[in-house]
């Protein structure tokens, strides 16, 4: 008895010491990181991510003898590892690499106010803190003397309404100082090293929308007093942050921005020297989807961003908490932290706003405004691991890198830039086949189009001749039997039937002239018709070339593909009928069902062409398949005006405007469609709801 007693003893304790240790580690760790592949399907694809930074430590100022922390609003660093912190109550603390309290400045010269100041930057001994209400920046040393003081010049290029709110201050290695102010549209204001004021640098632009151009040009042709009144004007987005990085090169955010393509893409932009002009790859989408669309606003705020020594840019995104890891190229290689209004775990934050990242990009550093804390991140091992081998292949050391990737997928099958790696090593070492492979794995287009063109010419160069051959004997076959086949009348298919239909994309007028007057034609063969263009239609997303599908295996959905394809000509057929018939149109609904499925040949064919071409084309080639596509549309439009007004007896004017109404007749029927689906699940909604509360009486 005393024996089982105490194994049961031993197994309660061995469960609570496992519990606790859970307990400790959950509390530990970070939030779950993540990352986003990209060429996946449509969209970008988020994807969980191995962890690239561990929390070293949580920074609270009161254990270093100081009052707590109760407004900060920015933070920057100095070439030897200290972190300066701006707490808008007028104070400053400066923390060492080891994060102990070095100083402590209060009011500058002991006079200066500068609450509300809202940004901080050291430069070559010099603390700037920029004074946003006091219009003006200081410039003090570490003591907090005071050195000098810059205000809004006087200049002609700056707008007599003009309020100067300094936030943000940066400066490149000659000396020209970036300043962001808080509402600014023109960009950053430039000084030379003299602090002569340059002017306004790297503003953005807004973007206008084919639906903004016709509503402007309609308010310019038919002006009224309403429309004036109601009219607003739509503004750039002003700078949230400006960076400098080690080759002079200038970043900017825009901080809280909508998601509009134009505004996402342009978050983050990296300007060139001089120019001004946004650098960065246009495309790139900085938005948090997985986030920021369970938010009814669907905005986000990248207000703080930081450079590391090699390029790596790292934002913090505000409103919902998280650190973003992109490299030189903007590919993203982590997603860390995060809180969206709560700070109960390490690694969590209830309001982030200042964001500093060491010159290595090792330790990044995140204060929280709400509870005065500033928690560290190091990179751990398989982050410096990633770092340094995106590093080196951004660089083009594709030798030096392969084996250290294949590791990296041993730890993380989901780092898509490791794939990429991979593709670009034995790319380099001319191995195609295995470049192709990982290119494929990876998504990786670029890189897989690159190592096929170096396997087609191969397999060109290697069997020229029989390719050669193969062509000239088809083509002088295929004259032979044209010839043949018009001198001696032979017909190939002898069902009448099936001639029919295959030989109306030949003489269409024809074709649909013996279907109107002899009756021909058949419904079955129409059936196949649909199932075929579906299937192709299906294949050419599956199937078509990697280099030129967006197929994603994981969302895609053959019921869409069958709506969007055979579910539009089943509404053009209803939609047409319907409005022919009453409006004197002669074609019957077995007539129109036939007209429109044996206008879709010149589709199905185009749709085989495209699945063989885009397996042999490259994207250099792209135009032959926009060519084919085109064409193809064209030739399918002709048959069905020719058919349509064969059977319908229509003039080409009456039938352009039965067409119109065909349209708005496909527009009605899909919107009484989804109303129907709507009415049916708050009925089924109802019905459930009122078997519940039957049920709980």
């Known amino acids: ?348 934050f209830s309001n982030s706003v200042a964001l500093v990242v060491s010159d290595d990009g090792d330790k990044i550093f995140v204060a929280d405004a709400n509870t005065g804390f500033i928690t560290v991140f190091a990179v751990n091992d398989y982050g410096k691991k990633v770092k340094e081998l995106d590093f080196l292949t951004l660089e083009g050391h594709y030798d030096e890198v392969k084996e250290g990737w294949l590791e990296v997928l041993k730890e993380d099958a989901n780092s898509q830039i490791a794939y990429s790696g991979i593709a670009n090593a034995y790319l380099e070492e001319e191995n195609y086949d295995k470049a192709l492979e990982y290119a494929k794995l990876g998504y990786d287009k670029e890189t897989y189009a690159v190592a096929f063109e170096y396997v087609r010419m191969d397999f060109i160069s290697d069997n020229f001749t029989w390719i050669f051959l193969i062509v000239v004997v088809v083509v002088i076959g295929a004259i032979a039997i044209m010839f043949i086949t018009n001198k001696k009348k032979i017909v190939f298919i002898k069902n009448p039937t099936w001639n029919l239909m295959l030989t109306t994309a030949i003489h269409p007028s024809n074709n649909f002239t013996d279907i109107k007057e002899k009756g021909l034609g058949s419904i079955p063969l129409c059936i196949l018709l649909a199932v075929v263009y579906y299937a192709v239609t299906v294949m050419k997303t599956i199937s078509g070339g990697f280099l030129f599908s967006n197929f994603d295996p994981v969302n895609f959905n053959s019921i869409f593909v069958l709506i969007r394809s055979v579910g539009l000509v089943v509404l053009w057929i209803v939609a047409n009928w319907l409005v022919c018939t009453l409006l004197g149109g002669k074609g019957k609904l077995k007539e129109i069902i036939i007209v429109t499925c044996y206008s879709l040949l010149p589709l199905i064919l185009e749709g085989i062409i495209y699945i063989i071409l885009s397996n042999v084309l490259l994207p250099s080639e792209a135009s032959f398949l926009g060519i084919l596509t085109v064409i193809s549309l064209i030739y399918a439009g002709i048959m069905l005006v020719i058919g349509m007004l064969k059977i319908h007896d229509y003039s080409m004017g009456k039938f352009l405007w039965t067409t119109l109404l065909t349209i708005i007749g496909i527009a009605i029927i899909v919107f009484l469609i989804i109303m129907l689906i709507i009415l049916i699940q708050q009925f089924g909604a109802f019905v459930i709801t009122l078997v519940t509360e039957i049920s709980t009486i």
């Open 1 to 348: 008895m005393k024996k089982a007693l105490g194994r049961l003893f031993a197994v309660i304790l061995a469960i609570c010491l496992v519990a606790c240790a859970i307990t400790t580690v959950s509390a530990a760790a970070p939030t779950d990181s993540y990352t986003y592949w990209t060429n996946v399907g449509t969209q970008r694809k988020a994807v969980y991510g191995k962890s690239m930074y561990d929390i070293e430590t949580t920074i609270d100022v009161t254990d270093l003898g100081v009052e707590r922390l109760s407004q900060i609003t920015s933070m920057c660093k100095d070439n030897d590892g200290n972190i300066y912190v701006l707490d808008a109550k007028s104070r400053i603390v400066i923390l060492d690499s080891q994060y102990k309290l070095i100083n402590e400045i209060g009011l500058i010269d002991g006079k200066h106010d500068y609450t509300d100041a809202k940004g901080i930057y050291y430069s070559d001994g010099v603390i700037y803190v920029c004074n946003t209400q006091g219009a003006n920046i200081y410039m003090i040393n570490t003591n907090g003397e005071l050195i000098d003081t810059i205000t809004l010049p006087e200049s002609n290029l700056i707008p007599e309404d003009f309020i100067f709110k300094p936030i943000k201050i940066s400066r490149d290695s000659n000396g020209y100082m970036y300043v962001a102010s808080e509402g600014c549209y023109y960009g950053a204001l430039l000084y030379a090293p003299d602090r002569t004021f340059l002017g306004f640098y790297g503003s953005n632009t807004v973007n206008a929308t084919v639906a903004s151009v016709l509503t402007n040009i309609s308010n310019r042709l038919f002006p009224n007093a309403e429309k004036h009144a109601n009219s607003v004007k739509k503004l750039p987005y002003s700078f949230a942050d400006i960076e400098v990085d080690n080759k002079d090169f200038i970043y900017t955010s825009n901080g809280y921005t909508d998601l509009s393509t134009a505004a996402r893409n342009a978050q983050i932009r990296k300007l060139s020297p001089g120019t001004g002009k946004n650098i960065l790859n246009s495309e790139v989408n900085f938005t948090d989807t997985e986030i920021v669309w369970i938010d009814n606003f669907h905005k986000q705020d990248i207000s703080d961003i930081e450079i590391d020594d090699n390029n790596f840019i790292y934002a913090l995104e505000t409103r919902y908490d998280k650190i973003f890891v992109y490299d030189s190229d903007c590919r993203i290689l982590t997603v860390l932290a995060g809180g969206m209004g709560t700070s109960e775990q390490k690694g969590a």
